[in-house]
Structure formats: C-alpha cells, structure tokens
C-alpha cells in the first residue's frame, strides 16, 4: 500500500526565501512527526501531531519554523527567511498510535544557498 | 532534558563478526524503546521494539537487543554479520505515562561491514 509521501524530494532555496515542505501521512494514522537528519547529528524531532490534541511544537529550532496538520491528514512544515544552518533532510513519519512503529518517508533535502 | 546516547558512531567490522551498538536513556520511569535501521538509499525503518515483558528482545534480520533498566540501556546485538547489515542504526525512545509520545532519537551509529 502507499506509504509516506514527501514533496518535493529536493529543494535549493536563496537565503532569506520562505520554504513549505509537505507531508502525506498513511491514511488513518493519527500520529505525524517532523524530523530534521543532519550530518552526524542523527534525527532532530522538531514537531508531533496527535489527532485533535495541541501538537507538541517543543523541537522546533526558532520561530521561522511553523507546521500545520489540515484535516488531520497532510501536514506542511513552513520555514520563513531561511538560513544555511536549516540546510538538512526534513523526514515525516506517521503512526497509528505511540506505540506502534513509525513509517517514514524519505525525506526532503533542503539546501540553503 | 530526557536524552538518548548512542557511542561510537562509526563501526568498521567485517563479515562473521559480532556486532553490539550501545544505547543509553536519560528518561525515567516507564519507556518504550526501538531501533531503527536506515539502509543505503532507504528510508528509515522499524527493526525491533520493546514495551513490555521479556527485555530480551528479537527483531528482523537476527537482531536482538536487551533492556537493562537498571542501566537506563538498550544494546542492540548480532552475533554474526553480513555485508547487508551495512547500514545507520538509531535507538529512539518514549515516555507516554509521562504524557511524553514524541519518539527521541539518538545519533545513529554508522556500521561498515567488509565483506
């Protein structure tokens, strides 16, 4: 079946430019995460969307970073004025409940120019 | 702040070798735990688990790991690799009794295996 969808795959961006990133969870799963994968600094959790309840923003780097969930399906993250340092892999995975596994997508590659 | 640690972040070995990555945990109280293997090229996924019960735990691929609670650990281990088991390796943990489901990862441990 489908899984996690990710677009684009890969964005180049001027600094200073807004970015949206978007994430397609698995139908039906109620929990959606962002991730950030830099270089050696394994998966930085950024933002955590639970069905209905508040997300829990407390990953998020700076108030440039903002993410929403519509519907409780698609979820886009929103980088205002990017900088260099935001340059990574921006991962979203879903799940049907915090203890069940987390699938992935693979990821959009943001570079920061 | 709950943490996890993962050390030696690149492993080289070679095939038939034995392979422990550790895993340590700065939450307390109860905590779910998982590994998860990202392969060349693919994205992340899930190859083993623990909630409850037996803290020995068996995953895919003859993955095993165990959970010391004492030791605030979760080694993950496989007594014989392949060159397939090639891969970046992350111990992530949660704490929901605490109200806390955001999944924390570690680091990653890069593993090489030579064939």
């Known amino acids: 079946g489908a899984g996690v969808s990710q677009s684009p795959s890969n964005k180049v961006t001027e600094k200073g430019k807004d970015v949206e990133l978007r994430c397609d969870p698995i139908s039906g799963h109620t929990a959606l995460y962002w991730y950030r994968q830099s270089l050696g600094q394994g998966l930085e959790f950024l933002i955590y969307f639970q069905g209905n309840s508040a997300p829990d923003k407390s990953g998020l780097p700076s108030d440039r970073f903002s993410a929403e969930r519509t519907g409780g399906s698609v979820s886009t993250l929103t980088i205002q004025r990017t900088q260099q340092e935001d340059s990574a892999v921006y991962l979203c995975?879903?799940?049907?409940?915090?203890?069940?596994?987390?699938?992935f997508g693979n990821g959009t590659r943001l570079t920061v120019t | 702040a709950q943490s996890v640690s993962q050390h030696n972040h690149h492993v080289i070995l070679s095939e038939a070798a034995s392979l422990e990555l550790g895993c340590n945990y700065s939450y307390g109280g109860t905590v779910n735990l998982f590994w998860y293997v990202q392969y060349p090229g693919q994205h992340l996924q899930l190859l083993l688990k623990y909630f409850s019960g037996d803290p020995l735990v068996k995953g895919i691929k003859g993955f095993e790991a165990e959970f010391i609670k004492s030791k605030f650990s979760f080694n993950l281990r496989k007594p014989s690799v392949q060159w397939s088991d090639t891969a970046e390796y992350f111990c992530a943990v949660n704490a929901p009794s605490y109200g806390n489901n955001r999944l924390a990862f570690g680091k990653g441990n890069q593993v090489v295996v030579i064939p």
């Open positions: 995975a879903s799940s049907s409940g915090y203890n069940s596994p987390l699938h």
